[in-house]
């Protein structure tokens, strides 16, 4: 799988409304939980930065073919997404050269292999590349007034190369559910 640097993705105006709604919905439970923002830039409104991340995620997802966590529940780190076996962060910023910013948590483990940035411009998301999370936590740490931030500027950023051996391959296949496992319990 390749995703090339600079690819375009349009949501629907069904999309936008679900962005919207779940992003919504994310801030309410996250202030609701007393969830600390982890956000490392200019604030234009909780309910903005919300929606523009769920955007984001969304849009990411559309791209890789994969399904977003849709679920509003409170989130603190981790992954956004799964792409064929790589878990991905996907970052978000409104500034066409802006940086991807990751909160500085030296020696925490988050599992995530992928970091992800979509500049956002509703209702396109252009795709700025990835960058490994081992490459990640060695660029240079910031502070843009809310709090240290590792920043890695859009020329580090990478095409998102998916490719995988034949015993990952083997793997993955082995591991998928397939369809006649999945019990549905209706009442």
Not at 166 to 177: F, G, I, K, L, S
Request: charged share 25%; net charge neutral.
């Amino acid at each position: 799988m390749t995703l090339d640097r600079g690819a375009i993705i349009t949501l629907s105006d069904e999309e936008v409304r679900i962005a919207a709604w779940i992003g919504r919905c994310r801030n309410a439970v996250a202030k609701a939980n007393g969830l600390r923002d982890q956000h490392r830039g200019p604030r234009s409104g909780d309910d903005v930065v919300h929606i523009d991340g769920f955007g984001a995620e969304l849009a990411f997802c559309k791209l890789c073919n994969v399904y977003p966590d849709l679920s509003p529940q409170p989130k603190s780190g981790g992954a956004d997404c799964l792409v064929v076996g790589s878990y991905v962060d996907v970052k978000s910023t409104r500034h066409a050269s802006g940086n991807l910013l990751v909160v500085a948590r030296p020696g925490k483990e988050t599992g995530i292999q992928l970091y992800a940035l979509m500049i956002v411009d509703w209702p396109q998301f252009r795709f700025a590349g990835v960058i490994p999370a081992a490459d990640m936590i060695k660029q240079p740490v910031v502070d843009l007034g809310y709090g240290p931030a590792y920043a890695a500027p859009q020329t580090k950023l990478a095409d998102f190369r998916l490719t995988l051996t034949p015993e990952q391959t083997d793997a993955y296949v082995r591991n998928a559910v397939k369809a006649e496992e999945i019990r549905w319990d209706i009442r």
